[in-house]
């Protein structure tokens, strides 16, 4: 999202006043809320608010001289346009950017005191960020009133308090009580006396519920706690639906902050075993219980199992995204024939990303969109998490590349598709890098692997052929994506990132496919398909172990229009040829009463 500059020096100027208050040197402001969600309620938006900067992923650092932001390559050009001259733009992952730990020992004199929100930073960053400031003499402090809601006030949005709703088993597909069993047994495995969970697609997950505290994402605020004989879920009972309760039967409501409370309370009741936490767990709750001897720290055995879908979700992708594409074909159909047809040159970004959530509202249950659509035209296009503005925002035309990254919510499954087109004459650049792009998502596609290879080995394969040409693009590959649930979704993901190396890729997760290109200031380009995990045939089973593939449930047309077929090997233009007859079969009934867009979906299917 770009929004201009926001002039945050009175903001500092206060965060200041109030650090100096609490004899604190500096303040770490982080992106995440108190469960570490990605995306986040407009109350817990401190790092945007003192800083300008709104993209997603972020840290801000303030000092009494100084005001840094570290981001990482996704977001580099949408920061420097957002960044007033009080704050230092630090570019992660580039040589020569210090980490914020080396930054905060270099620009502190000895002894400084490093104040955060205990409740927004995880244990293992706490640690990392403790020990780093040691060899300074600098040390980590607790501070339990959020300065940035301090220097907010009044102004502050207020905390979510929507409703929460069961999620039937038509689309579950499994019972809530057979998931919390799971849970179970992966306490009794580990030996802990129970486990706390903190994330809230996690929660959703488990219990069968969905919620609408965090715009696009149908999740609520709310902590569990699961033991090998009780289920505890920490809510706002006001926010259930007539009918929730009843329907946890054997689950215990209690208020949402008593967590804290209680946590303290089984601290010194429970002496023989620890409790089992994930990494990405609060200080806070640490703190709470007693302290890190306390605690188990590993990963939550619901990401896993969360990650794996059923064969109901899976159905489930297979169906929404079929529908969800026909809303793309009538989309793009009707942007076409608006650029090139009608001559309109009047189609704001905003303007078709509207257009588009209108096509995609008329759909079988349907119930929002699963991110902010990011339409984006020509320069735009090169920021990689664009999100346009009214009244800042480009005009689509068709002499430039037209970016469409979007997806929705449905009951039945989340979808999340980018398509790149041009509707006029593209440049021979432009086409190279398309298909270049294309040629990386067609040989992630086709892969085949032993069962057990995980989405760091394989994401050489969307880049080689852009590196070939002395190309690539700052961001992962692929990601999992959830159940009418978070967008993105872990733990594994296709990346360079070297988490993902921990995590084997296995049957039944969901992970797209999205390599891209961006010359920035001029265009950006990225295809994206949702897969799905698959077992593989092969002639022989070398290890024993069997193999994997993946079934793509994304069916919307790719340009060809951008391709220079004389890039493309035979197996990718028949990938390519395939594909198309696919979508075709799958998209086209539902396309009858559009003469429009079914008459686009033929002329984009057309073989090569």
């Known amino acids: 999202m770009t929004t201009g500059i926001v002039n945050t020096s009175s903001r500092l100027a206060a965060l200041r006043r109030a650090m100096a208050e609490r004899s604190i040197d500096a303040y770490i402001v982080p992106s995440e809320d108190a469960h570490q969600s990605e995306y986040i309620a407009a109350c817990d938006g401190r790092r945007a608010f003192i800083s300008g900067f709104t993209g997603s992923a972020g840290l801000a650092v303030v000092t009494h001289k100084e ?17 007033d001259t009080n704050w230092t733009l630090q570019k992660s992952g580039i040589a020569g950017v210090p980490s914020k730990e080396d930054w905060l020992n270099k620009v502190l004199e000895p002894n400084s005191k490093v104040g955060i929100d205990p409740k927004l930073v995880t244990l293992a960053s706490a640690r990392l960020l403790a020990d ?23 102004d502050r949005p207020a905390f979510p308090m929507n409703p929460v709703k069961a999620l039937p088993l038509e689309f579950a597909g499994r019972r ?58 920490y809510i706002h009972e006001s926010k259930l639906q007539p009918g929730v309760a009843e329907f946890l039967t054997g689950v215990e409501i209690r208020p949402y902050e008593q967590i804290f409370t209680d946590l303290k309370t089984q601290g010194k009741l429970q002496t023989e075993k620890k409790l089992w936490a994930d990494s990405r767990c609060s200080l806070a709750l640490q703190d709470a219980l007693g302290g890190p001897q306390l605690l188990v720290e590993a990963r939550s055995p619901i990401t896993t199992l969360k990650a794996i ?148 080995v394989l994401d050489i394969l969307a880049r080689t052929s852009l590196w070939r040409a002395g190309l690539d693009f700052r961001h992962g590959t692929g990601h999992g994506v959830g159940h009418y649930l978070n967008v993105h979704e ?26 891209g290109y961006y010359e920035d200031g001029k265009f950006g380009i990225r295809i994206e398909n949702v897969m799905i995990l698959k077992d593989a045939p092969t002639s022989y089973d070398f290890s024993g172990k069997g193999s994997l593939g993946f079934e793509h449930v994304t069916v919307v047309p790719i340009s060809t229009k951008l391709v220079d077929v004389k890039l493309l090997l035979e197996e990718e233009r028949n990938w390519l040829n395939a594909y198309h007859m696919e979508v075709f079969e799958k998209v086209s009934p539902l396309l009858q009463d559009d003469a429009l867009a079914l008459n686009w979906l033929i002329k984009e299917t057309k073989p090569i």
């Open 67 to 83: 005001a840094a932001l570290w981001t990482d390559g996704r977001y580099f050009l949408q920061a420097s346009k957002e960044l």
């Open 132 to 154: 780093s400031l040691k060899p300074a003499s600098n040390s980590l402090v607790s501070v339990t009133e959020n300065l940035v809601d301090v220097v907010w006030g009044a």
């Open 176 to 233: 809530f009580e057979d998931k919390l069993q799971d849970v179970r047994d992966a306490i009794a495995k580990k030996g802990t006396w129970g486990f706390v969970v903190t994330g809230l697609d996690e929660i959703c997950w488990v219990f069968n519920l969905r919620g609408n505290d965090i715009v696009c994402n149908p999740v609520f605020f709310a902590y569990a706690l699961i033991t090998l004989d009780s289920a505890i879920l």
């Open 309 to 456: 879908k059923n064969e109901t979700e899976i159905q489930g992708f297979r169906n929404s995204h079929i529908r969800d594409a026909a809303s793309l074909c009538q989309f793009f159909a009707w942007l076409e024939n608006e650029l090139v047809v009608e001559n309109n040159t009047n189609i704001t970004e905003v303007d078709a990303a509207d257009k588009l959530e209108e096509f995609r509202s008329k759909r079988e249950n349907f119930v929002g969109l699963s991110f902010d659509t990011i339409s984006s035209t020509g320069a735009n296009g090169s920021i990689i998490h664009y999100h346009p503005e009214v009244g800042a925002c480009k005009i689509v035309t068709k002499d430039e590349m037209y970016l469409c990254d979007s997806g929705a919510q449905y009951l039945d499954g989340t979808t999340d598709v980018t398509r790149t087109h041009h509707f006029g004459a593209p440049t021979a650049f432009e086409v190279e890098a398309y298909t270049r792009v294309l040629k990386g998502h067609i040989q992630i596609d086709m892969a085949v692997f032993p069962a057990g290879t995980n989405g760091y």
């Open 490 to 515: 872990g733990p594994h993901g296709i990346g360079s990132r070297i988490a993902y190396n921990d995590v084997p890729l296995e049957k039944g997760m969901t992970v797209t496919n999205e390599p």
